[in-house]
């Protein structure tokens, strides 16, 4: 396969690229569960983590990928950097392409940030989130998580509910399950469902319609605090009532035997309960440390470099 230089989103990939990475990602979850915890792999090589929101997942799961391949892993502190002095993004790439490191991870506000940095820098660039825009490799081990599960994904049906309008996990997650043949649809507040939807995605506004339409697997998205000021939803606890995953909820997930999902962090009490973090059927821990498999993968599969 040609070597890829950046990894985006998931709109650019091809059907062999994105099987590449699956593939791929079951062997090194092999190697880190069992005794040997690194190799050689990315040895001489530096991945640098440029994440101007706050991570804790992500960044981490990066970190630990890229040690688990021998790379030297290091952060770039925006809280300290003169970017609080006003220099801009491309300064701040001119500067890391002085420094030769050979992976760039960014996570940015403004969608298309990744992009911009991919076309002026050497290095390979994965895009950790940029605005509403893009999450690819959550999209890649959300679907990589499933596959351990159901061998062949096609037909199966993934309910995703919460804040889909402004959710950069939603469209990744949506595009790479439809690619891989699953039926997707939408559970939401009329205020956080997009204005445009693919005619093959269907959008519900209660869980009783969204249950009749038989999910496999109920992904739950992040309530995000920092837009719950703006007329969205009425309060936490509404939310939570209508479209929350309740202890009356979890019940219906363990008597239909349905799969639970959620990209992290979670807000107990809003988009989930204890009871639901507890149920036998939850995934979210399996995303974690699926998420180094995955991250380990792209990180083998990118050249820095590489035309692309």
Same mark, same amino acid.
């Given at each position: 396969?040609? %070597?890829?230089?950046? +990894? $985006? @989103?998931?709109?650019? =990939?091809?059907?062999?690229?994105?099987?590449?990475?699956?593939?791929? *990602?079951?062997?090194?979850?092999?190697?880190?569960?069992?005794?040997?915890?690194?190799?050689?792999?990315?040895?001489?090589?530096?991945?640098?983590?440029?994440?101007?929101?706050?991570?804790?997942?992500?960044?981490?799961?990066?970190?630990?990928?890229?040690?688990?391949?021998?790379?030297?892993?290091?952060?770039?502190?925006?809280?300290?950097?003169?970017?609080?002095?006003?220099?801009?993004?491309?300064?701040?790439?001119?500067?890391?392409?002085?420094?030769?490191?050979?992976?760039?991870?960014?996570?940015?506000?403004?969608?298309?940030?990744?992009?911009?940095?991919?076309?002026?820098?050497?290095?390979?660039?994965?895009?950790?989130?940029?605005?509403?825009?893009?999450? %690819?490799?959550?999209? +890649? $081990? @959300?679907?990589?998580? =499933?596959?351990?599960?159901?061998?062949?994904?096609?037909?199966?049906? *993934?309910?995703?509910?919460?804040?889909?309008?402004?959710?950069?996990?939603?469209?990744?997650?949506?595009?790479?399950?439809?690619?891989?043949?699953?039926?997707?649809?939408?559970?939401?507040?009329?205020?956080?469902?997009?204005?445009?939807?693919?005619?093959?995605?269907?959008?519900?506004?209660?869980?009783?319609?969204?249950?009749?339409?038989?999910?496999?697997?109920?992904?739950?998205?992040?309530?995000?605090?920092?837009?719950?000021?703006?007329?969205?939803?009425?309060?936490?606890?509404?939310?939570?009532?209508?479209?929350?995953?309740?202890?009356?909820?979890?019940?219906?997930?363990?008597?239909?035997?349905?799969?639970?999902?959620?990209?992290?962090?979670?807000?107990?009490?809003?988009?989930?309960?204890?009871?639901?973090?507890?149920?036998?059927?939850?995934?979210?821990?399996?995303?974690?440390?699926?998420?180094?498999?995955?991250?380990?993968?792209?990180?083998?599969?990118?050249?820095?470099?590489?035309?692309?």
């Amino acid at each position: 396969m040609t %070597p890829r230089k950046d +990894l $985006l @989103d998931i709109a650019s =990939l091809t059907d062999e690229e994105i099987s590449f990475v699956l593939d791929n *990602a079951g062997p090194f979850k092999d190697l880190f569960k069992r005794s040997v915890k690194k190799v050689p792999t990315l040895k001489g090589q530096t991945v640098l983590t440029l994440f101007y929101e706050p991570s804790t997942r992500t960044r981490s799961s990066f970190e630990v990928a890229a040690s688990r391949l021998s790379a030297d892993v290091t952060h770039f502190d925006i809280e300290s950097s003169s970017v609080v002095k006003g220099e801009s993004v491309l300064d701040t790439v001119e500067t890391l392409e002085a420094m030769r490191v050979d992976y760039i991870v960014v996570r940015h506000k403004q969608s298309g940030t990744p992009n911009l940095i991919a076309k002026n820098t050497r290095a390979s660039v994965i895009n950790a989130g940029d605005g509403w825009h893009a999450h %690819p490799t959550q999209a +890649l $081990l @959300d679907a990589f998580t =499933l596959r351990e599960i159901h061998k062949d994904l096609r037909g199966c049906r *993934a309910l995703i509910v919460g804040d889909i309008q402004h959710s950069r996990v939603a469209r990744s997650t949506s595009l790479i399950f439809r690619r891989l043949g699953m039926q997707v649809a939408y559970l939401a507040p009329g205020s956080m469902m997009p204005r445009e939807v693919p005619q093959e995605i269907p959008q519900f506004g209660n869980w009783t319609d969204a249950f009749d339409w038989k999910p496999d697997v109920i992904y739950l998205l992040r309530v995000q605090g920092e837009r719950i000021d703006e007329p969205f939803v009425p309060s936490s606890a509404e939310y939570h009532r209508n479209y929350g995953l309740t202890n009356e909820r979890v019940e219906v997930l363990r008597e239909r035997g349905l799969y639970l999902m959620h990209p992290g962090p979670v807000n107990r009490g809003v988009e989930i309960t204890d009871a639901g973090m507890n149920y036998e059927k939850c995934l979210i821990n399996q995303q974690v440390e699926n998420g180094i498999a995955v991250r380990m993968s792209v990180l083998y599969w990118l050249r820095p470099g590489a035309a692309e």
